[in-house]
């Protein structure tokens, strides 16, 4: 079965600040997708980076990182010099990869609720 | 491009009543649609997978007779809550996805769902 662990619940920093939100998954699948979504209070999801499982670069956009490592399971993301806008709460999710079989769900972490303070 | 739409965004009933919630992709065909449900302060939760023309596939602990989902075209896939009460008021979110990209999915700007 597949489950997705985002350990923080809540994280509060002072604007400017980095700040990490840990994301650790289990599959037994050897192909799948990660995905990061950030929830404004609007409640619609904002999709932010989808990586597959061949895919170990990091990725760097704007102030954004993100961090796979296959090797413990995780996909953590990085907002350097955070802003009051940033404030969010922030999904990591998976996905099985079965091509032609179609569309699979996303499983989803229990989010990280973050809060940019000015 | 890939948009999906939902309507109502906000709705009220009634215990007892039922509802329906449209999910449409505006400009693609979306042979997979998924329901989420999100009560608040939570995750986001599968209810069901349908592809069009088929009948969905609930997730265990779903009651299919109480949430009925139609994927008639490949445009329009509907949520209708039967006989809703109060435990149902949630946020419900569509997501829609491609045969030629599979690994895609488009969510929709939820629906929030309040029963009196």
């Known amino acids: 079965a597949q489950k997705v662990t985002q350990a923080q619940t809540e994280i509060s920093v002072v604007e400017k600040e980095d700040v990490t939100l840990d994301c650790v998954y289990e599959t037994r699948d050897t192909t799948y997708y990660l995905f990061w979504y950030k929830q404004p209070p609007s409640g619609e999801l904002v999709f932010l980076i989808r990586?597959?499982?061949?895919?170990?670069q990091n990725e760097i956009s704007g102030r954004y990182s993100w961090n796979f490592q296959k090797s413990t399971s995780s996909f953590n993301f990085t907002i350097t010099a955070s802003q009051v806008v940033d404030s969010a709460v922030y999904f990591c999710a998976l996905s099985e990869a079965r091509g032609f079989q179609g569309a699979q769900k996303l499983v989803f972490g229990q989010g990280t609720r973050l809060t940019i303070n000015p | 491009g890939a948009v999906v739409s939902q309507h109502p965004s906000r709705v009220i009933c009634k215990s007892g009543t039922s509802v329906k919630i449209e999910c449409r992709s505006l400009d693609f065909q979306a042979t997979t649609m998924f329901w989420y449900r999100q009560f608040p302060k939570q995750s986001l939760m599968l209810m069901a997978t349908?592809?069009?023309?088929?009948?969905?596939?609930?997730e265990q602990g779903v009651e299919k007779d109480k949430f009925l989902i139609n994927h008639a075209s490949l445009t329009l896939s509907t949520l209708t809550v039967t006989s809703a009460h109060p435990e149902d008021s949630s946020f419900y979110i569509c997501?829609?996805?491609?045969?030629?990209?599979?690994?895609?999915?488009?969510f929709g700007p939820g629906t929030r769902l309040t029963v009196t």
């Open positions: 990586r597959n499982s061949f895919d170990e």
């Open positions: 349908s592809n069009e023309g088929s009948k969905a596939t609930y």
């Open positions: 997501s829609a996805s491609t045969l030629d990209r599979p690994y895609e999915q488009y």
